[in-house]
Structures are given as structure tokens and as C-alpha cells.
């Protein structure tokens, strides 16, 4: 049984703070990881995609992947208020087409 | 069409009738997944069609749902004699054959009751 396991939350940080939000996941040949946003009644948004070990950087967000330690996060600089929501990790296996999603993080940025 | 499409937005039936849901994925995507969400909970894994077959329907959760998908483009899922546990958001994501990121539509709402 391939999971993912994230902290559920909610995570509250200050306005201008850094959000680190983490996943571990149990299959070790998991090859593709994304993280989705999705705001309350609404439905996930891609925000980011990381395939290789190493931190990748997009804007204000930044996705670092473990594969050894089997663990993948995302940074959030400089939260906004409007950054709110839950965040989905999800995990995909090499040889696999089917994302495997954790429950998610509520994370609330308050001003 | 710009993005995955889906309706109904909102579905509400009586407990034991057939409902119909469509998804309509993003133009050449050729992969196609129906993910379902009930409240508070996470996604849980469907289906999964590649062109009009679909390799892995592992998901569904009974044998009154079922899923067809015709001319590697729009998929309807249908489940038989629907029960009150069937209400939850049901969520479809496609995926070109270029790259393995997923994009979901803004989902079904679906209330037995």
C-alpha cells in the first residue's frame, strides 16, 4: 500500500513568515512529486512539480525533495493572507500513472 | 477547451437513483482520472483512462460505479442506485502524454439524499 502521509494542521503563521510544509511518503521508488493548493469548495491547483533531488524554486515557492529520506516540502516565502488553504502533496511511482494524494495541511496566514 | 470541464457543478438525487457525471479533459490530454473527496477527507483514486481504455480502475469503490470514456476526449461516470455515502465532490484530472502534471476540473457535488 503506497501512502503519503502529511500533518494535518492547520498551521498558522504570521503575515511575511516562512510556511514549510512537509510529506513523507513509503514507496521508495516514487519518482514524481507535486503540490496542489486548494482553497475551501474549490478544487486543487497545481503549484508545483519536482522530479529530482535538490530544491526547485518558483517564485515565492520552493519545493525540496529527499529521495533518501523520503520526504518532500514546500516553502512558502513571504506569506500572504491569500496563501490560506490546504496544500496536497501528492506522490506518482515510476512505472505508475496514478498520483498518490496525502490528506493535506491546512495552513492559515494570519495578518 | 482551456481547461478540464465538468458538469453538473452541483447534483442533488434521491437515494437509489442513477446519476451521470462528465468530464470534459483539457484538448489532446490523453490521460484521464476521476478522483473522489468526501468532506474533510483527502482524494481517493477512481479510475484511470489512457486514450479509451482505461488500465487501472482499482478505485471504484463498487460495481454500481462505472466510468466510460469515448473518442479519447469526454468521460462520464455513472453510478447505479445511488446511497448516501455516495455524496462527496467527484473530481477530474487530465494529463497530456508529454509530462506526468495533472490538472483537475473544478469537480462535481454530489448529495444523496
Known amino acids: 500500500q503506497k501512502e503519503v502521509e502529511q500533518n494535518s494542521g492547520p498551521l498558522s503563521v504570521p503575515e511575511g513568515a516562512i510556511a514549510s510544509l512537509n510529506c513523507t511518503y513509503s514507496d521508495r521508488g516514487s519518482q514524481s512529486f507535486f503540490w496542489y493548493r486548494q482553497y475551501s469548495g474549490k478544487s486543487p491547483e497545481l503549484i508545483m512539480f519536482?522530479?529530482?533531488?535538490g530544491d526547485k524554486e518558483d517564485g515565492r515557492f520552493t519545493a525540496q525533495l529527499n529521495k533518501a529520506s523520503q520526504y518532500v516540502s514546500l516553502l512558502i516565502r513571504d506569506s500572504q493572507p491569500s496563501d490560506s488553504a490546504t496544500y496536497l502533496c501528492?506522490?506518482?511511482?515510476?512505472?505508475?500513472?496514478?498520483?498518490?494524494f496525502g490528506r493535506g495541511t491546512s495552513l492559515i496566514v494570519h495578518p | 477547451g482551456a481547461g478540464v470541464s465538468q458538469s453538473p457543478s452541483n447534483k442533488v438525487t434521491e437515494k437509489g437513483k442513477d446519476v451521470e457525471l462528465r468530464c470534459d479533459p483539457i484538448s489532446g490530454h490523453t490521460a484521464l482520472y476521476w478522483y473522489r473527496q468526501s468532506l474533510g477527507q483527502g482524494l481517493e483514486f477512481l479510475i484511470y483512462?489512457?486514450?479509451?481504455?482505461?488500465?487501472?480502475k482499482s478505485g471504484l469503490p463498487s460495481d454500481r460505479f462505472s466510468a466510460e470514456r469515448t473518442g479519447g476526449s469526454v468521460s462520464t461516470l455513472t453510478i447505479q442506485r445511488t446511497q448516501q455515502e455516495d455524496s462527496a465532490v467527484y473530481l477530474c484530472a487530465s494529463r497530456s502524454d508529454r509530462n506526468t502534471e495533472a490538472f483537475f476540473g473544478q469537480g462535481t457535488r454530489l448529495t444523496v439524499v
Open positions: 483512462f489512457q486514450g479509451n481504455s482505461a488500465p487501472d
Open positions: 501528492a506522490v506518482q511511482s515510476g512505472g505508475s500513472y496514478i498520483p498518490t
Open positions: 519536482i522530479y529530482s533531488n
